[in-house]
């Protein structure tokens, strides 16, 4: 395997079915670029005579769309900002706060991420999109799932405030999960 010498970026995005790392390999003296998504190669051109521009790609599981502009900064100096569909990563980071939430926990020794995708009742667990099972109780709603032989289940409830809206609970085993910050 040859060395990443033309490194010149690398991302983490959290996305419902993992985080994943974006790494890019920009050669302005042989025009070479390069997109490595957790460490497999996607896309590679070579003598690319035109050193700025953009390239396309999905990321994980759910072909998420993806791309980073090159862009001239001054002389040979060069800028690599990356979309997450159509939105910036800051931009894209943001409106996900807003639609999901993320729970990380350990359950006999292994670690499992949860992801809730608010506006589908989705549920993502390490990768994997979870069976579920929903149901109407007197407060909200339930989603049942299991992990590892564990029942799970998020609980949905109104806050009784406008702006705070629906809040999500986690409980497995009866427990209650802290909400992870990615």
Known sequence: ???????????????????????????????KRVVYVDGKEEIRREWMFKLVGKETFTVGATKTKAAINIDAVSGFAYEYTLEINGKSLKQYIENRLKTTNTWILNLG???????LEKDTMDVWCNGQKMETAGEFVEDGTETHFTVADHSCCIKAVSSGKRKEGIIHTLIVDNREIPEAVE
């Open 109 to 115: 020794g292994t670690d499992y991420r949860i992801v």
């Open 1 to 31: 395997l040859e060395k990443m010498t033309d490194l010149v970026a690398v991302w983490e995005v959290a996305l419902s079915d993992g985080v994943h790392k974006i790494e890019f390999e920009h050669g302005t003296t042989s025009g």
